[in-house]
């Protein structure tokens, strides 16, 4: 795999295409999940659309299930953007099956810099905003993670994480949580060691997910994050698909 070493330009950005949408299936039995449609747009799509507007010009796709179809549905948009660097991690090609997220960004970090977007491709937020003042926020942090938590939907009641005055998110069981959207900035040592066991680039393929890595740096005190209030959906029903075409 490529890496990347620029610096001095806009952050990469990892799309999270990999799983296999089991709850939404038969709609997923041949078709991944991040190439439903919305409003005539594939779901991968609109948060593509929202990261170029704002600057983004490489963007890391991990894909698995059904994976050979997103790179075919994607090329009529990478055409006709080619000022952006489109790659892929293909990790059913080389694993026989998805690596969960930190298992993937793992895999992509090569790709990814040092400051880097990630988000779910099957998350619905056509109003969110990739600022690049927040990237430069976060980059002056020294933080490891920043997260854009929403209101908990009716799927999620409890919520997933706490936040406190000083906007920093926090792994605690106490006071109002809120849920994680599954956007968020990272820095590459977050999937490094002492924070992460997977070696950079998880030649392995050991699949590993991201919340003990976000617990155990929220811990530390070096996860940030803020309230997100406009549209969002985690389109992870039929019935929640068909209610925003509806």
């Known amino acids: ?9 806009p952050p990469a950005a990892m799309l999270l295409a990999a799983g296999r949408g089991q709850r939404m299936r038969p709609l ?16 991968l799509q609109w948060p593509m659309d929202a990261l170029q507007a704002r600057g983004v010009r490489r963007f890391v ?3 698995a299930w059904l994976g050979e179809q997103i790179p075919a549905a994607l090329a009529p948009w990478a055409r006709s953007h080619p000022e952006v660097e489109l790659l892929y991690s293909h990790e059913g090609e080389d694993f026989g099956g998805a690596l969960e997220t930190a298992g993937g960004i793992a895999r992509a970090l090569p790709l990814l810099g040092e400051v880097f977007w ?34 908990n939907p009716a799927h999620n009641p409890a919520g997933d994480f706490g936040l406190d ?4 998110a926090l792994n605690t069981g106490e006071g109002p949580r809120w849920t994680f959207s599954t956007i968020g900035l990272y820095r590459r040592a977050l999937f490094e060691q002492p924070w992460c066991e997977l070696v950079p680039g998880n030649p ?7 919340a003990p890595l976000l617990r155990r740096a929220m811990d530390a005190g070096q996860v940030s994050a803020e309230l997100y209030t406009g549209p969002w959906t985690d389109v992870g029903t039929p019935e929640r698909l068909a209610e925003l075409n509806a």
Do not use: Y
């Open 204 to 210: 392995q393929g050991v699949a590993a997910p991201l």
């Open 28 to 43: 997923t039995d041949h078709t991944p999940k991040p190439l439903l449609t919305v409003h005539g747009q594939p779901l």
């Open 118 to 151: 990630v988000l779910a491709g099957d998350v619905f937020a056509p109003g969110f905003d990739f600022d690049p003042a927040a990237v430069e926020r976060f980059a002056a942090s020294g933080r490891l993670a920043h997260l854009w938590l929403v209101p």
């Open 1 to 9: 795999m490529p890496s990347s070493t620029e610096s001095n330009t």
């Open 61 to 63: 796709i991990n894909t």
């Open 165 to 168: 005055g000083q906007g920093l």
